[in-house]
Structures are given as C-alpha cells and as structure tokens.
C-alpha cells in the first residue's frame, strides 16, 4: 500500500475515533438524561419537605403526654419496693417489667414534650396542669392515694403481693381509662409519636392487668382477705 493512501486511512481512523469519543461524553446531557434527573430532584425536595413538617399535635396530646409521665412515674416509685418489701419471685419479676417500660415511655413523653418546648414534668406532680395562665390539680384515674401509698409501704411479704396487685391493677385501669380519653377527644393522637405511645399503653398494660387478676385469684385464701 502506498504511504500516502496509508497515511490518508489512519487520518480518517483518528477523526473517527474521535467523534465516537465525542458523542459518548455528550450522552451524559441528552434530553432523557436531563428529565430523569430533573424528576429525581423533585422527588428527594418533596420528601425533604414532607420530612420537615410536624404531625399535628392538640392540647389533648400535650395534658395526656405530660399526666402519663407522672402516671408512670407513681407505677414505677411503687415497684422499686418490691425487693423491700418481701415480695414474691412473682411479683419481683412483674414489678422488673413495669420498671423497664414505663422508664423507657417516660422518656419517649419528656422527650416528645421537650422538643415542642412544652413544660416538662419530671415526676408524680404531673397532675398539675396550666388552664388560663392558672395552675391545677387535675386528679388522674387510678393514682393511689397518700393512704393508699402508706398502706403498701407499710405490708410485708404475702400481704404486700396481695395489696400491690389489687393497688397495680387500679393503677393500670386508669391509664387505659386516659387512652381511651385521648382518642375520644376531637383531633388528638394524629401525631405518630402520641398515637403509637397511646396504643402502646393501652395493650400492655390492658395484658397486665388480665395477668394481674390471674396472679391475684391464684393467691391463697387467706391471703386475699
């Protein structure tokens, strides 16, 4: 082949080459490329935005949320006796569980309330609520009474477990007593955080007290008179 013919063919071969090269960086901004890309931007500033706006909460979700957290707290300031007070392996175990939990729902309530710069109660004096610029007592379903409270601290072994289940159960219908007032209230519980809360206590503790009047029933006669 003559130089110049070869020479003419590899020319030819490079500007090939070369528009291929050039066609393969250009895909990159192709209208369909750029559409694509513009609706995956939509989306993620969409969500972005979904993300970023609150659940609606009510006046209802903030009273249940802050008399839950000194609900609770009475729950747990009675189990802490327990293994003080002589109780049973039975009762140890069930008052270990009330312990666990409702800490850990204590925390989820203070932390709720903090977050939407809401009063933060941090124990039993939660059944003080501001109505009008005024503080008041607002009596919660099931709380013992200082009575209630000075009869158990003072029984031992047998007679402890026997007034801690009947006092529990007592306890355990008035929150569900709250949940089902919360729900019944006009808006309340469209929060995530509050509804799953809400529902939460109404299982749990709707199955402790079915387990609780077993454990009572099953108890000695003459320990349950």
Same mark, same amino acid.
Not at 42 to 68: E, N
Not at 74 to 88: D, L, M, N
Not at 112 to 138: A, F, I, K
Not at 197 to 213: F, H, K, P, Y
């Given at each position: 082949?003559?130089?110049?013919?070869?020479?003419?063919?590899?020319?030819?071969?490079?500007?090939?080459?070369?528009?291929?090269?050039?066609?393969?960086?250009?895909?990159?901004?192709?209208?369909?490329?750029?559409?694509?890309?513009?609706?995956?931007?939509?989306?993620?500033?969409?969500?972005?935005?979904?993300?970023?706006?609150?659940?609606?909460?009510?006046?209802?979700?903030?009273?249940?949320?802050?008399?839950?957290?000194?609900?609770?707290?009475?729950?747990?300031?009675?189990?802490?006796?327990?293994?003080?007070?002589?109780?049973?392996?039975?009762?140890?175990? +069930? $008052?270990?569980?009330?312990?666990?939990? /409702?800490?850990? #729902? =204590?925390?989820? @309530?203070?932390?709720? &309330?903090?977050?939407?710069?809401?009063?933060?109660?941090?124990?039993?004096?939660?059944?003080?609520?501001?109505?009008?610029?005024?503080?008041?007592?607002?009596?919660?379903?099931?709380?013992?009474?200082?009575?209630?409270?000075?009869?158990?601290?003072?029984?031992?072994?047998?007679?402890?477990?026997?007034?801690?289940?009947?006092?529990?159960?007592?306890?355990?219908?008035?929150?569900?007593?709250?949940?089902?007032?919360?729900?019944?209230?006009?808006?309340?519980?469209?929060?995530?955080?509050?509804?799953? +809360? $809400?529902?939460?206590?109404?299982?749990? /503790?709707?199955? #402790? =007290?079915?387990? @609780?009047?077993?454990? &009572?029933?099953?108890?000695?006669?003459?320990?349950?008179?």
């Amino acid at each position: 082949m003559p130089i110049r013919v070869a020479g003419m063919i590899a020319s030819v071969l490079v500007l090939v080459l070369t528009a291929c090269r050039g066609t393969a960086g250009r895909g990159d901004h192709s209208p369909a490329t750029a559409t694509v890309t513009t609706q995956s931007d939509a989306w993620y500033a969409a969500q972005a935005r979904a993300d970023s706006v609150r659940h609606p909460y009510t006046a209802a979700d903030i009273q249940f949320m802050s008399r839950m957290i000194g609900h609770h707290s009475q729950a747990i300031v009675i189990s802490r006796w327990a293994p003080t007070h002589g109780a049973s392996a039975a009762i140890l175990t +069930l $008052a270990a569980r009330i312990i666990n939990g /409702q800490q850990d #729902e =204590i925390a989820t @309530m203070q932390r709720w &309330l903090r977050d939407r710069l809401q009063p933060v109660p941090h124990g039993m004096d939660s059944g003080m609520m501001m109505m009008d610029g005024v503080e008041h007592t607002m009596p919660m379903p099931g709380m013992l009474s200082d009575a209630d409270l000075k009869r158990l601290d003072a029984a031992r072994g047998p007679g402890f477990d026997r007034l801690f289940l009947s006092l529990m159960i007592r306890h355990h219908r008035g929150a569900v007593a709250m949940v089902k007032d919360l729900f019944g209230s006009y808006g309340a519980a469209q929060d995530e955080t509050v509804f799953r +809360l $809400a529902s939460d206590v109404n299982v749990d /503790q709707s199955t #402790e =007290i079915d387990r @609780m009047e077993k454990m &009572l029933a099953a108890l000695p006669l003459q320990i349950r008179r």
